[in-house]
């Protein structure tokens, strides 16, 4: 008899200002996905929260582009303590329909209610393995504050920064005093993919700053700009026996009319950025910051993925942030890097599926109660 695939459901979308970013990055992991191995269902997450069936194949998104959450398509529910079952809520009387459990969940989603360790509580409350970080790891990994508070614990090198909130707002004069530089970067404390982040070099700019930031978080993060720098990107992978390995380096050359890497950079100017793979820094530097990289993922406690981001100046290197579910789009940085460092995009996530499944067999074995 053929072996069976493992059933993998693939969460998308979300409540978040980078939802779209997802479904690119959801169609590129659907078709990365072996059909020989694995049985894929698409779960989109509704911009309201609600989980609807997208499609029940690998052939999802197989002409590019991103994938697509019907108006009305069924709803779907995950069982506390269903070991990966789930319910398709129906209209008619018949009642909910159950569907085959699933054995992992990859959950491809950035961003608040996502990437914070929401999504995470709830797998873990369904006890169904799943790819990527923890709820301590995602959460600690998505606020910014808290990440370089542990990484300053820690010696990790970062740039200089103040948090403030609404109730406890900072003039910048005053940040300026405290960061030590006219020149500062705005952005929201829990938000990816360079959503609601500026410059500011005046007052005005930095009060425009601060509330765009505001729209998207209640807490937002300061930082002095470190001029000049080059972004530098590290791609990091834990494998099912808890190896966690480095990748190549890559770098960001935004392009002069953006000034930084900026959302519009990203994903809406094709020639917004130039990315290098890999990147041109000198070997010993490169050493150092495939180091810090994997570093720093142990002191934010991340699992399965992450990719390190980093600022060089000269050649002082400083931790930016940690991305414990990256992009997958086609320009994502952390599939390409792992790519140019020899493992292909499939190969890749039989790695991170395989670490999802491991790490739940691992989880179950522990004691609960006492004896």
Known sequence: MPERKT????????????HDVSRASAANVLRSLDPDRY???????????????ADAGNGAGAGGGALTIPDHGPQLALLPGGQGRVV????????????????????????????????QGALELSDVAYVGSRVMGSAAGMDKDVAKRLMREAGLPIVPFV?????????????VSALGSQEVFVKPAN??????????????????????????????????????????????LEDA???????QLGEIVPSDKHGFYSYDAKYLDADGALLQVPASVPPAIAETIRELAIKTFRVLGCE?????????????????EANTLPGFTNISMYPRLW?????????????????????????????????
């Open 88 to 119: 398709v809520l129906q209209e008619q009387a018949t009642g909910p329909a159950e569907l085959s459990a699933f054995d992992v969940v990859f959950p491809v989603l950035h961003g608040p209610n996502g990437e914070d360790g929401t999504v």
């Open 241 to 247: 026996e808890g190896r966690i390995r480095a990748s």
């Open 339 to 371: 790519e140019a460092s020899g493992l292909p995009q499939s190969g890749l996530m039989d790695v991170l599926i395989g670490h999802a499944l491991e790490r739940h067999k691992r989880s179950r074995k522990l004691a609960f109660e006492r004896e």
């Open 39 to 53: 049985d894929a269902t698409a779960i989109g997450i509704t911009r309201d929260g609600r989980w609807i069936v």
């Open 163 to 175: 948090a403030m909130s609404s109730a406890a707002p900072i003039s910048y004069d005053d940040a």
């Open 191 to 236: 938000m990816g993919s360079s959503v609601g982040v500026s410059k500011a070099r005046t007052a005005e700019e930095f009060e425009a700053g601060c509330r765009l930031a505001f729209r998207f978080d209640t807490k937002i993060l300061i930082e002095r700009c470190a001029a000049p720098i080059r972004e530098v990107e590290c791609s990091v």
């Open 7 to 18: 059933r993998v459901a693939i969460l998308f979308g979300g409540r978040s200002a980078e």
């Open 304 to 320: 399965g993925m992450a990719r390190i981001d980093f600022f060089l100046h000269g050649e002082q290197a400083f931790v930016n």
